[in-house]
T-cell receptor, first 113, second 109 residues
Framework: DTGVSQNPRHKITKRGQNVTFRCDPI?????LYWYRQTLGQGPEFLTY????????KSRLLSDRFSAERPKGSFSTLEIQRTEQGDSAMYLC???????????FGDGTRLSIL | GEDVEQSLFLSVREGDSSVINCTYT??????LYWYKQEPGAGLQLLTY?????DMKQDQRLTVLLNKKDKHLSLRIADTQTGDSAIYFC?????????FGAGTTVTVRA
């Protein structure tokens, strides 16, 4: 396993801009998860995919957020019209199946100016 | 996560054992996890335990689960400076993980 890969590692942008993050899961992992972590807190669930199907979205995921996993491999998380409160670490995880542990990437740290 | 609670800080002398405690609330949790996070990095899976087990040992790590009290602990034997990090307890119910706020472990010489 090469591990979960996330890009970019850091993103600095001005308020109101759109940003997109990418996650490449461990190969053959059919489940992919997005979490958000703010300073001093544990990660909070945002959404998850089984293959290309998005099966659940948290209420934390406002309509400015959209996630896709078009071919059941990599996933993207887009935030439109960013706000100060979007500043956080965005973590991606994948698992081989529903009963298997989730393995995390190193995250993308988003800073809103 | 509001349903998982951990003490925030632990200071331990190098070579001693560390014990990190966690309480959770969801009795339907099937698996409970311990993750480690170093500065600027993601979460590294340390170990996990199925809810029908009481104990799991993995090298220097021992996990104890008291399902009646919904209490989980992680013991690290012979703590080293490389063990300094934030440790997260997480419960899994259905598909998602719910995390505590993390325990910052500082190892002093």
């Amino acid at each position: 396993d090469t591990g979960v890969s996330q890009n970019p590692r850091h993103k600095i942008t001005k308020r109101g801009q759109n940003v997109t993050f990418r996650c490449d899961p461990i190969s053959e992992h059919n489940r992919l998860y997005w979490y958000r972590q703010t300073l001093g807190q544990g990660p909070e669930f945002l959404t998850y995919f089984q293959n290309e199907a998005q099966l659940e979205k948290s209420r934390l995921l406002s309509d400015r957020f959209s996630a896709e996993r078009p071919k059941g491999s990599f996933s993207t998380l887009e935030i439109q019209r960013t706000e100060q409160g979007d500043s956080a670490m965005y973590l991606c995880a994948s698992s081989r199946g529903p009963e298997q542990p989730q393995h995390f990437g190193d995250g993308t740290r988003l800073s809103i100016l | 996560g509001e349903d998982v609670e951990q003490s925030l800080f632990l200071s331990v002398r190098e070579g001693d054992s560390s014990v990190i405690n966690c309480t959770y609330t969801d009795s339907s949790s099937t698996y409970l996890y311990w993750y480690k996070q170093e500065p600027g990095a993601g979460l590294q899976l340390l170990t996990y335990i199925f809810s029908n087990m009481d104990m799991k040992q993995d090298q220097r790590l021992t996990v104890l689960l008291n399902k009646k009290d919904k209490h989980l602990s992680l013991r690290i034997a012979d703590t080293q400076t490389g063990d300094s990090a934030i440790y997260f307890c997480a419960e899994r119910a259905d598909y998602k993980l719910s995390f505590g706020a993390g325990t910052t472990v500082t190892v002093r010489a």
